[in-house]
């Protein structure tokens, strides 16, 4: 049997455009097209981003100057077995939620990822 069959992955990528929020006193993303479609057939485009804006994973390089990079970092660290948790229904804008109402919902394991839904 193949491992991959019996496993789900998430993929929790935000779509990221020129309205993609950057982390507080970052530059935002942004386009700048230098070359349209014609005459060659091909669009151009500069882009500019900082590395706190989408998606992103922060290593430990990014706190500390002895630190890994994110290269370095081995897969099974961001990939393994886990859980999600679907708290929507009390999950509001800067409210608080406790491991009890997530442990209520799901059961979580030592080294399991979570994932909670808001």
Same mark, same amino acid.
Request: hydrophobic share 35%.
């Given at each position: 049997?193949?491992?991959?069959?019996?496993?789900?992955?998430? &993929?929790?990528?935000?779509?990221?455009?020129?309205?993609?929020?950057?982390?507080?006193?970052?530059?935002?993303?942004?386009?700048?097209?230098?070359?349209?479609?014609?005459?060659?057939?091909?669009?151009?485009?500069?882009?500019?981003?900082?590395?706190?804006?989408?998606?992103?994973?922060?290593?430990?390089?990014?706190?500390?100057?002895?630190?890994?990079?994110?290269?370095?970092?081995?897969?099974?660290?961001?990939?393994?077995?886990?859980?999600?948790? &679907?708290?929507?229904?009390?999950?509001? &804008?800067?409210?608080?939620?406790?491991?009890?109402?997530?442990?209520?919902?799901?059961?979580?394991?030592?080294?399991?990822?979570?994932?909670?839904?808001?």
């Amino acid at each position: 049997m193949n491992f991959w069959n019996n496993i789900k992955m998430y &993929d929790l990528t935000q779509n990221t455009s020129h309205l993609t929020p950057p982390w507080p006193t970052y530059e935002p993303l942004q386009v700048k097209f230098f070359k349209r479609l014609s005459p060659n057939g091909a669009n151009g485009q500069l882009i500019t981003t900082s590395n706190h804006v989408g998606t992103h994973l922060d290593g430990p390089l990014h706190f500390d100057t002895a630190g890994r990079d994110i290269a370095s970092l081995e897969l099974e660290k961001l990939c393994g077995p886990g859980v999600v948790v &679907d708290l929507s229904d009390q999950a509001e &804008d800067f409210g608080i939620y406790t491991p009890k109402d997530i442990t209520d919902r799901v059961e979580v394991k030592k080294g399991d990822i979570l994932i909670i839904n808001t």
